[in-house]
């Protein structure tokens, strides 16, 4: 008992002094401003001498945010902007195509002879492909993809490689109901043989046969493009220099194997679908518009033919 008694008084002060120092912690962490201090505030002139640094940084941040740059992560390229922020057709430039890797081609010894056209050279034995000729055939394709998309017509997009799946999904999402995509594969007799692939009541109150079959890489999938000549389908395919330009319809001479290159592309495409869509949908309202005025006309009892002014 005496022991314990005096050893209370010891243990009380020690419990003081724990407590009195987790205090002093508590109050240099409420006066530091920031992480980056490394010293508490411990007095006026120390927390005036603070806010004076803050008013000249804050000084020096406005009188040259004016000059410079301002280039940003949102009004620059980014890998991921390709997939997710496609460009339009109209915004399709040289530099974008470049950035993407489009203009890599295969060794020298696999040039295709009739790739010749769309081959600028050679360097350290790989053929560079000429993206002066890429573009504007980028263009021709994206026109032919937003007037089918505009008559009602149905778009594939066909890319099997793992890479390509995540592509030709975003870009068939992109365009709507008028678009499928094919990423796994391509079935044998898909086109000539869907009667039997399909059943008879698909095929007669389905469209199974596409208007358009986009072919991000056209040299694995050529008993699809052979299918689609024999069904007489335009294709438009991304076509590499160790590949025939004449396999698809429309050709788009850039690089097959990097999937930039193919987000870049195909994304291009689905904007161009998707304003087709925009634009037949318009034409939808018009014709119901003047369909609805030609029957008011008629239940007025006058038969001549109702003009729209839009």
């Not at 790989?126 to 505009?150: E, F, G, H, K, Y």
């Not at 709507?176 to 898909?190: I, S």
């Not at 072919?215 to 294709?235: G, K, M, S, V």
């Not at 001479?253 to 990097?258: F, G, L, T, Y």
């Amino acid at each position: 008992m005496s022991t314990k008694a005096g050893l209370r008084p010891w243990l009380s002060a020690t419990r003081c002094m724990r407590r009195s120092q987790l205090s002093v912690l508590q109050r240099r962490r409420n006066v530091f401003t920031s992480s980056d201090q490394p010293f508490p505030l411990q007095s006026p002139d120390d927390w005036q001498s603070l806010q004076d640094r803050r008013i000249r940084f804050k000084m020096l941040v406005d009188l040259f945010s004016e000059h410079g740059s301002n280039v940003t992560r949102d009004n620059t390229f980014q890998p991921h902007h390709q997939l997710h922020r496609p460009l339009a057709p109209s915004e399709a430039t040289l530099s974008a195509l470049i950035a993407a890797g489009a203009h890599f081609g295969h060794a020298k010894s696999l040039l295709n002879p009739n790739f010749m056209p769309y081959a600028y050279g050679v360097r350290a034995g790989i053929t560079i492909i000429d993206l002066d000729s890429t573009l504007p055939l980028l263009q021709r394709a994206a026109n032919l993809t937003r007037a089918v998309v505009a008559r009602d017509g149905t778009v594939v997009f066909v890319g099997t490689r793992p890479d390509l799946r995540a592509v030709v999904r975003k870009a068939a999402e992109r365009i709507g109901p008028q678009a499928f995509h094919v990423g796994e594969r391509w079935l044998p007799g898909t086109l000539t043989n869907k009667l039997q692939l399909f059943g008879s009541d698909v095929t007669r109150g389905q469209r199974v046969t596409p208007d358009l079959v986009i072919f991000l890489n056209p040299l694995a999938n050529i008993h699809a493009i052979r299918e689609c000549a024999i069904q007489h389908i335009p294709t438009i395919g991304i076509v590499d220099s160790n590949v025939d330009p004449r396999v698809v319809m429309y050709a788009i001479p850039a690089n097959d194997e990097s999937p930039r290159a193919a987000e870049l592309i195909a994304g291009v495409l689905s904007i161009a679908g998707r304003e087709g869509g925009v634009l037949r949908e318009r034409e939808v309202q018009i014709k119901e518009l003047r369909q609805s005025r030609y029957m008011r006309a008629q239940e007025r009892g006058t038969t001549r033919y109702v003009v729209d002014r839009d």
